[in-house]
């Protein structure tokens, strides 16, 4: 289902920071993920949150940071010192299962998606 509302992306320099949100719609699932996908290329994993603990991919660790906001029932992807290799469409993925049950770095575990928000990231 495509019922989450990505928002935040736009335009950006190297080195600069944005902040995405994923609104749930009144809902509280217990594990989002963020996902990227550049042009030509396959939609990879960044980060995601589950039960309280992160997950992030390499290429963006130490950069990005994942929250959730509970009761506004959104997530947040923060995203620091940007770089060029970081432009893509940036997706929000969203499920009722935890860690324990599924690997929050795939896509395939989320039953709940968003239509996506462009990043681009300029030198």
């Known amino acids: 289902q495509e019922d989450l509302v990505e928002s935040g992306g736009g335009l950006v320099q190297t080195g600069d920071s944005l902040r995405l949100s994923c609104a749930a719609s009144g809902r509280t699932f217990s594990t989002y993920g963020w996902f990227r996908q550049a042009p030509g290329k396959e939609r990879d994993f960044v980060a995601a949150?589950?039960?309280?603990?992160?997950y992030y991919a390499d290429a963006v660790k130490g950069r990005f940071t994942v929250s959730r906001d509970n009761a506004k029932n959104t997530v947040y992807l923060q995203m620091n010192n940007l770089k060029t290799e970081d432009t893509a469409v940036y997706y929000c993925?969203?499920?009722?299962?935890?860690?324990?049950?599924?690997?929050?770095?795939?896509?395939?575990?989320?039953?709940?998606r968003g239509q996506g928000t462009q990043v681009t990231v300029s030198s």
């Open positions: 949150w589950s039960g309280g603990r992160t």
């Open positions: 993925a969203a499920t009722f299962r935890t860690w324990y049950v599924m690997r929050p770095e795939a896509l395939n575990s989320y039953d709940h």
